[in-house]
C-alpha cells in the first residue's frame, strides 16, 4: 500500500521493469520478516522470555537487514542516476520499495508484537513440523567448494560460449522496429491477440531467409479494447512498402477480433472508421543502442558501489570479491541461458526490456543473501576470535541456512506461480526469476562465500610473508 501510494503521488507509470523491481522489493521484505524470525527463534532457544527474545532478535537482526538494504538501495541509486528508459523505471520502483519495506519489516511488525505481548499474549515462531527444520546442520560446504568451482566453471565456460557463438535473438527495444496503436470495437485480451499476430509474422519470416526477426509485443494501451503492438519484423528496412506489408499482416491477424467486417482500408484508416490502427511510430536503432550501452555501463557502475560498499562495510577487500564474483557468476549463466535456449523453448527469450528486468532484479536479490551470510560471519568472528577461520564460516553457513531457505522459497513460489499460470509475453521473466533465484542462493553459498575465504587466506600469507 505504501508502495503503491508513493508511485501515485509521483504519477508514476509501471513498466515490466518497474514491476520486475516491485517484486525484489517483495522479496526483500520478506526476507527482513525472516531475518527477524529467525533471530528471536534463536533467542527462545536460548531461554529468553518472550519479550525479552523479541527485543533482542530485533536488535540483532538489523545490521543484516540494513546491510543488505543498503547495498540494494546503492545500486537502485546508480541505475537510476546511469541508467535510461526501462533502467530508471526498475530503479524507482526498487528505491521506494526499498525504503517502504524497510519501515514495515522493522517498524510495522514490531508494534504488532510488542502490542501482543503488552496484552499477554502468546506469539509463536514454529510449528511441530517446522521445529527442527535445518536446525543443528553441520554441513561442510567450503570442503566441497573443489567441486563448486567445477561444476560453476564448467557452466560459466558454456554461458560464454553460447553468449560469443551463438548471440541472442534482439527484441525491439534493441532493434529498433514499428510500434500501431490498435483500437478495436470489443474488449479484447493481449495474449490472445498477440499470439495471432505472432503466428502471421513468424509465418512470413519462415518464408523469407532475409528476415532477421518478427518478434512482438502486445500491451494494452488505454482501455481494454485498445492495444499498442510493436514489431521488429524487417525493422532494418524503413521503406513505405514495408509500412503496407505490415499493415496488411496485421489486418490478416486481427480482422477476427472486430465484432463488424472492416476492410484493409478501413482498418488502416480512422478516416472510414474510429477502430483499426490509429497510429504508429517507429523505434530508431540509435534509441536502442543508447538503452543497450546505459545498461551495461549502469550495471558495471552498480558491481563496483557494491564492491566498495562491502569491502568497506565488512572492512576488507576480500569480503567485496566475493560478493561481486558471485554475482557476476548468477549474472553470467543466466545471460547464457536467455543465449542458450532462445529458439528451443517455448517462450520468448529475446533481449529486450524482460532481459534487462530479469538480470537487475536477480542481481539485487543475490547480493542480499550474501551479505546476510557475511553479516552472520563477521558476527561470529567477533564472538570467537580464536576459532579456526574455516570453522567459524562453515558454522554460519549452518546457521542461515534456515533463512536462506525459507526466503528462497518464499519469493520462488509466486515466481513459478506466475512462469506456469501467467501469460507468454511474461513467462520469460518468470522463469529466468526461478533461475536466478536458484542459482543465486547456491552462489551466495558455495562460490561467494568460498572466493571470500580464499582471497582473505591468500592476503593472510602475504601480510606474514612480509612481516
Known amino acids: 500500500v505504501l508502495l503503491f501510494g508513493t508511485l501515485a503521488a509521483f504519477g508514476a507509470t509501471l513498466t515490466l521493469p518497474g514491476i520486475a523491481g516491485l517484486i525484489l522489493t517483495l522479496g526483500m521484505a520478506v526476507d527482513a520478516n525472516v531475518i527477524i524470525y529467525e533471530r528471536i527463534k534463536e533467542e527462545l532457544k536460548a531461554g529468553k522470555g518472550l519479550s525479552k527474545a523479541i527485543h533482542d532478535g530485533y536488535q540483532n537482526a538489523y545490521s ?61 515462531f514454529e510449528t511441530k513440523m517446522t521445529a527442527g527444520f535445518l536446525k543443528n546442520t553441520k554441513a561442510d560446504f567450503l570442503g566441497a567448494r573443489k567441486w563448486s568451482y567445477i561444476v560453476s566453471g564448467a557452466l560459466i565456460v558454456i554461458s560464454l560460449g553460447s553468449i560469443f557463438i551463438k548471440g541472442f535473438t534482439y527484441g525491439v527495444d534493441f532493434t529498433g522496429g514499428r510500434t500501431y496503436v490498435v483500437r478495436f470495437d470489443k474488449p479484447v485480451v493481449a495474449e490472445d491477440v498477440r499470439e495471432a499476430t505472432l503466428a502471421v509474422f513468424n509465418e512470413a519470416a519462415a518464408a523469407d531467409e532475409n528476415v532477421k526477426s518478427a518478434s512482438v509485443e502486445v500491451k494494452q494501451f488505454g482501455g481494454d479494447s485498445q492495444m499498442k503492438i510493436t514489431t521488429s519484423y524487417k525493422y532494418e528496412n524503413e521503406s513505405s512498402e514495408v509500412d503496407q506489408e505490415i499493415e496488411g499482416m496485421l489486418y490478416t491477424a486481427l480482422k477476427g477480433f472486430f465484432a463488424e467486417d472492416l476492410t484493409l482500408d478501413s482498418f488502416t484508416s480512422t478516416l472510414e472508421n474510429p477502430n483499426g490502427i490509429i497510429s504508429s511510430d517507429k523505434v530508431g536503432a540509435t534509441i536502442a543502442n543508447d538503452i543497450k550501452r546505459n545498461a551495461i555501463i549502469s550495471v558495471i557502475l552498480a558491481l563496483l558501489v557494491i564492491f566498495a560498499y562491502i569491502a568497506w562495510r ?140 580464499d582471497a582473505a587466506r591468500a592476503s593472510m600469507k602475504k601480510k606474514a610473508a612480509k612481516k
Not at 540494513?66 to 530503479?91: C, K, N
Not at 524507482?92 to 514495515?104: A, E, F, H, Q, R
Not at 542458450?340 to 517455448?346: A, D, E, V
Not at 577461520?389 to 515466481?415: C, H, I, Q, Y
Open 64 to 124: 543484516a537487514i540494513i546491510d543488505g538494504q543498503v547495498t540494494t538501495l546503492l545500486t537502485g541509486i546508480v541505475l537510476a542516476v546511469f541508467g535510461t528508459g526501462p533502467i530508471q523505471g526498475f530503479a524507482t520502483t526498487l528505491i521506494i520499495g526499498i525504503i517502504t519495506s524497510v519501515l514495515t519489516s522493522i517498524f510495522i511488525t514490531r508494534i504488532i508484537f510488542d502490542d501482543r505481548v503488552s496484552k499477554g499474549k502468546n506469539i509463536t
Open 314 to 453: 565488512f572492512k576488507g577487500w576480500a569480503w567485496g570479491l566475493g560478493g561481486v564474483v558471485s554475482l557476476a557468476h548468477t549474472a553470467v549463466i543466466i545471460i547464457g541461458f536467455f543465449s542458450l535456449f532462445t529458439g528451443i523453448l517455448p517462450f520468448n527469450l529475446d533481449v529486450d526490456q524482460t532481459f534487462i528486468a530479469a538480470i537487475l532484479t536477480i542481481i539485487g536479490y543475490a547480493i542480499n543473501d550474501n551479505v546476510v551470510i557475511f553479516d552472520r560471519i563477521r558476527e561470529n568472528l567477533m564472538l570467537h576470535p580464536n576459532d579456526k577461520f574455516e570453522d567459524t564460516v562453515n558454522k554460519s553457513l549452518n546457521a542461515t541456512l534456515t533463512r536462506t531457505v525459507n526466503t528462497s522459497v518464499s519469493t520462488l513460489l509466486p515466481m513459478l506461480a506466475i512462469a506456469i499460470f501467467g501469460g507468454e509475453s511474461i513467462r520469460g521473466l518468470s522463469v529466468a526469476l526461478c533461475l536466478g533465484i536458484l542459482i543465486g542462493t547456491y552462489a551466495s553459498i558455495m562460490i561467494g562465500t568460498p572466493i571470500m575465504v
